[in-house]
C-alpha cells in the first residue's frame, strides 16, 4: 500500500510540468510520463488484491502513451502521419 | 530471499520513479527534463514489474509483469528519442547553460542556444 502512496506525487509533478510547460514538447514528454507511471501505479494496485486482469490496463496504458508520444513527434518534425 | 529480492527491487522502482518525475518538474529546459525523466522512469518502473513478477512468480499476473517489463523497456526510449529529435527540429531552444550543440552543427544550420539577457 505505502508504493502506491508514494507513487502519487510523482504523477502529481508530471501533471505539474504538463500544465506549465513552456513548449508542445514538454507537455508532450510529461504526458507520456504520467501514462507511464499510471501504468506502473496499476500494476501494484494488481498486486495489492491480487487481481491479474488490471496488469492487461497496465500494458494497454503504457500502449497508449507510446502511441500518443510518437504522433506528437511526428507533428513537430513537421511531417504528415502517413508520410 | 525472493521475497526480499523483490521488496528490494520494488522499492529501488519506486523510488527511481519518484525522483524522475522530481526531475521532470524541476529541470532548467526540455532536453534535460528528459533526459532526468524518461531514464529514471524506464528503469523505476522496469524495477516495479520486476518485483511484481518475483512476488508472484510463473502465475496470470507475473507473466503479464514480465511482458510489460519488457515493453516499457523497448518503447520508452525510442518515444523520448523521437521527441527530442521532433524538438529540435521545430526549434525549442536548448539552455544558456549549455556548451554544444552537435546535431544542429551537423545538420549545416546555426546552433540555437538561448541568447544570455
Redesign the interface.
Same mark, same amino acid.
Given at each position: 500500500m505505502i508504493p502506491i502512496i508514494i507513487l502519487i506525487p510523482a504523477a502529481f509533478f508530471c501533471l505539474y510540468r504538463a500544465l506549465q510547460g513552456p513548449s508542445i514538447a514538454d507537455r508532450a514528454i510529461a504526458v507520456d510520463m504520467m501514462g507511464v507511471v499510471f501504468s506502473a501505479i496499476t500494476a501494484l494496485v494488481a498486486l495489492q488484491y491480487q487481481l491479474s486482469y488490471l496488469l492487461d490496463l497496465s500494458i494497454a496504458l503504457a500502449v497508449i502513451a507510446f502511441i500518443g508520444a510518437l504522433a506528437l513527434a511526428k507533428y513537430l518534425e513537421g511531417r504528415s502521419l502517413d508520410d | 530471499m525472493i521475497s526480499a529480492l523483490a521488496l528490494l527491487s520494488?522499492?529501488l522502482?519506486?523510488i527511481f520513479?519518484?525522483l524522475?518525475?522530481?526531475g @521532470?518538474?524541476r529541470f532548467p529546459d #526540455?532536453y534535460n527534463?528528459?533526459q532526468a525523466? %524518461?531514464k529514471c $522512469?524506464?528503469l523505476?518502473?522496469c524495477g516495479?514489474?520486476l518485483g511484481?513478477f518475483l512476488?508472484?512468480g510463473f502465475?496470470? @499476473?507475473g507473466i503479464?509483469?514480465l #511482458?510489460?517489463a519488457l515493453?516499457?523497456l523497448i %518503447?520508452?526510449p $525510442?518515444?523520448?528519442h523521437?521527441?527530442?529529435?521532433?524538438?529540435l527540429?521545430?526549434g525549442?531552444k536548448l539552455w544558456k547553460g549549455t556548451i554544444k550543440d552537435k546535431f544542429t552543427e551537423d545538420r549545416g544550420g546555426k546552433s540555437i542556444i538561448e541568447e544570455e539577457k
Open positions: - | 520494488l522499492w522502482g519506486v520513479v519518484l524522475g518525475a522530481l @521532470l518538474a #526540455i527534463r528528459m525523466a %524518461t $522512469v524506464t523505476g518502473v516495479i514489474m511484481v512476488k508472484t502465475s496470470a @499476473l503479464k509483469a #511482458i510489460c515493453f516499457i %518503447t520508452v $525510442v518515444s523520448s523521437a521527441l527530442a529529435r521532433g524538438s527540429i521545430a525549442v
